[in-house]
């Protein structure tokens, strides 16, 4: 399993773009890239997943570079309500996988 | 659409009692489920996951254990709590997909040994 390394914290104000960065140097050929959100007290929700280049939702971006050993994940205006915690993850597309959660970012906006 | 449940979403357990805890999953079949662990300020520790009825694996060891009586149904148990039992205890479902295995997440029981 590939592992990720993040920021531990990031702070940022109401209306701004946050890019966190995830490095996954050992990243395999069949590994996506996922990254969930976590409200206090709530279980990890899905945001986004992509394999390379460039993936958009109606909530996130994420960058992919050729390498794919990082990926940005953007959140363009954030709120004060995305104030969360941010885990990025690798895992294979094929067959069962077993995720692994690091600490996460844990972004605060300010107003 | 698929829905997870969990219950309890709270509980408070004396040293020594014993646990089960209990997740079903709704509107999918087949499922693969996860038990996960959160301490406080802490990541997801993965802690048993299931690829069907009655097929358990474990990946860390501990006084609890898990069982999967049902396609549908995952269950934790433990026969006697130990305070470092104490934590956010999350359920996971997942299907293949073609961007590989996104798991969702259940709303979590907050267990408290005293």
């Known amino acids: 399993l590939a592992k990720t390394t993040q920021p531990i914290s990031m702070d940022s104000y109401e209306g701004q773009e946050v890019n966190i960065t995830c490095s996954h140097n050992?990243?395999?050929?069949?590994?996506?890239i996922t990254w969930y959100q976590q409200f206090p007290s709530q279980g990890p929700r899905f945001i986004i997943q992509?394999?390379?280049t460039k993936v958009t939702n109606e909530v996130a971006s994420l960058f992919i570079p050729a390498d794919r050993k990082s990926s940005t994940l953007s959140l363009p205006r954030v709120s004060l309500s995305d104030t969360a915690v941010y885990y990025c993850?690798?895992?294979?597309?094929?067959?069962?996988?077993?995720?692994?959660f690091g600490t996460g970012t844990r972004l605060l906006v300010s107003p | 659409s698929q829905t997870i449940h969990q219950w309890p979403a709270t509980l408070v357990q004396p040293v020594g009692s014993p646990l089960s805890l209990e997740c079903t999953v709704e509107?999918?079949?087949?499922?693969?489920l996860y038990w996960y662990r959160q301490a406080a300020g802490r990541g997801l520790q993965l802690l048993f996951y299931?690829?069907?009825?009655?097929?358990i694996s474990s990946e860390v060891p501990q006084n609890l254990s898990a069982s999967r009586p049902q396609d549908r149904q995952f269950i934790l148990s433990s026969k006697k709590l130990l305070l470092s039992d104490s934590g956010f205890y999350l359920c996971?479902?997942?299907?293949?997909?073609?961007?590989?295995?996104?798991?969702?997440f259940g709303p979590g029981t907050r267990l408290t040994v005293l």
């Open positions: 996971a479902w997942s299907v293949r997909s073609r961007g590989g295995d996104t798991q969702y």
């Open positions: 050992n990243i395999a050929t069949n590994d996506y």
């Open positions: 992509g394999y390379k």
């Open positions: 993850l690798v895992g294979m597309n094929t067959g069962f996988q077993k995720l692994v």
């Open positions: 509107g999918t079949s087949n499922p693969n």
């Open positions: 299931s690829v069907g009825i009655g097929q």
